[in-house]
Structures are given as C-alpha cells and as structure tokens.
C-alpha cells in the first residue's frame, strides 16, 4: 500500500513539475526526471513518470500555444520586407507535413527550444491538436531516453 501511495504522489509531482518547467524555465523537468527516476519503483513507475511529465509539458506548452494565438501580430508580420518571409514560415508552421515534424524535433530534441515554437505556433495558427500530438510524441521520447536508464541503474 506505501509504495502505491508513493508511485502515486510521484507521479502527481511529476505532472505538476512538467506542467511547472513548462511555464517556467527556472524549472527543470530533465533534473527532475532524473531524481525521480532514481527512485521509481520498477518499470512501471518509470513509466508513470514518462507520461507524467510528458503531459505536464505539454499542457504547458499549449498554454503558451494560446497565448501566441491570442497575442497581436507582431511587428515583422506587419510590415516592411520581411511580410512574404514571415508569412511563409507562418503557413509552414500550419501545414502539417512541415509544423508537425518541426514541434517533433524540437520536443523531443531541444532545438530549436519549445518554448518559442509553442509561440510561434500559436501566432500561425497551428491547430491544437497537432501541435499537442507533436509535442506529446516528442516529450514521451525525451523523457524515455532520460528516464529508462537511470531507472535501470538504479534497480541493478
């Protein structure tokens, strides 16, 4: 029953710190994904974690998705010679055979950093849902690739 009732508050902290490092790069949900995969009882509760931080983030992530919806049409959009430019990336950026794989790489990779393609996604208007799907694939292998040897190690 204990180690039940810790799994479960592990991975409550662990939603809790993803949803957290998303919105505030104080936060670091790799370190803390570490720490906790330390101590996670077995496979399962590394999987917990994975998800749980995976979710988390891209709860985060789509908050700030929103706010790039909701913000005004920045400057270099506006005017100037940079609007076809622009205007280009922004269409990218909705399609899905080039905004999907660009929110892939960047969740799961780091580059370039989420936190601006959530933004910069919400200005072009990607739709939510594909932007979720991207950035949930890319954070459940982030955080696999970081969780599941530590847990290894620290059950040998």
Do not use: C
């Not at 910069?120 to 955080?143: C, K, M, S």
């Amino acid at each position: 029953m204990t180690a039940m009732l810790t799994e479960l508050l592990t991975t409550a902290v662990a939603l809790a710190m993803g949803l957290g490092s998303a919105l505030v790069s104080l936060l670091n949900a790799e370190a803390y994904a570490v720490l906790a995969a330390s101590r996670t009882a077995g496979p399962a509760g590394g999987v917990l974690l994975i998800v749980a931080l995976a979710l988390g983030q891209t709860l985060g992530k789509l908050v700030l998705v929103e706010a790039g919806r909701r913000a005004r049409t920045p400057r270099f959009l506006r005017h100037g010679d940079r609007t076809a430019r622009s205007r280009r990336i922004a269409e990218r950026l909705r399609e899905r055979r080039a905004g999907m794989p660009l929110v892939l790489v960047s969740a799961s990779v780091g580059v370039p950093p989420l936190a601006v393609v959530s933004v910069a996604a919400g200005i072009a208007g990607q739709p939510r849902r594909d932007f979720a799907v991207a950035a949930l694939t890319g954070r459940l292998v982030r955080f696999a690739v970081i969780v599941v040897p530590v847990a290894f190690w620290a059950s040998a």
